[in-house]
């Protein structure tokens, strides 16, 4: 089922209801970034949205904006849809499931979207999927859930135990939740070993400090 586009429905909206329209225009913006405004205009049937003072058609946004746009938008095109006059669409309770909240999002978008939905739609409940250690650190264990779909068995699901939230992208990574036995690179984690492996010999006397300087950075690629 194809999500419902803002302009197959905000213009009439406006029409027949400015007090719904303006609070649909500013529940959009509340859960946008920032540097991004959404003041209910469209330039022929798209949409115009303010970002970082210049003016864009819904097409010429990045992928990013326009995935999470799009799924705004249907879900406000619903709530409106099943909304009783005289109550607000934050009222209204119900699931939303969302696939990959993270696809195509900035880091720092993703340090904030979970929690500013949550925010903006209180009564709400969302089920989300991420891969990204940066959406789980902005959560609570208690609030996520774990599937593994092994290649010779089915799916599970469980929950976590230990701490998520607050933790570094390193400490998820390599903790349970991820499981890596390490952040960096394959090739990086190679070279490391090898370096590692020749400290402590006599014939390597700077072995030691070129081993210190490369796990700090600070040696040339």
């Known amino acids: 089922v194809p999500l419902i586009p803002l302009r197959l429905w905000l213009p009439e909206l406006q029409a027949t209801s400015k ?21 209910g205009t469209f330039e022929g049937f798209q949409p115009v949205f303010t970002h970082r003072g210049i003016d864009l058609p ?8 326009r995935g999470f746009i799009g799924v705004v938008a249907d879900m406000l095109f619903h709530l409106q849809s099943v909304c009783p006059k ?9 699931v939303v499931m969302i696939d990959d909240i993270d696809l195509h999002l900035h880091p720092s978008w ?10 903006a739609f209180p009564r709400l409940q969302f089920v989300v999927t991420s891969h990204s250690p940066i959406v789980a650190g902005t959560l609570y264990a208690e609030n996520i859930r774990v599937v593994e779909s092994p290649p ?4 599970t699901i469980h929950s976590v135990q230990e701490r998520v939230h607050g933790l570094t992208v390193d400490q998820l990574l390599t903790g349970s939740l991820f499981g890596l036995p390490s952040s960096r690179s394959p090739a990086e984690q190679r070279k490391l070993q ?22 700090a950075g600070q040696t040339p690629e």
């Open 152 to 155: 010779d068995g089915p799916s």
């Open 19 to 39: 007090k719904r329209h303006k609070e649909v225009v500013a529940l959009m913006n509340q859960v946008l970034p920032c540097d991004t405004v959404f003041r």
């Open 194 to 215: 090898t370096m590692a492996a020749q400290t402590g010999k006599p014939s390597k006397p700077d072995a030691a400090i070129e081993f210190l300087k490369e796990l």
């Open 110 to 119: 993703q340090r904030t979207v979970v929690t500013t939905l949550a925010a």
């Open 58 to 65: 819904f097409p010429a946004l990045s992928d990013g904006y």
């Open 86 to 94: 005289g109550r607000k669409l934050t009222d209204l309770t119900g």
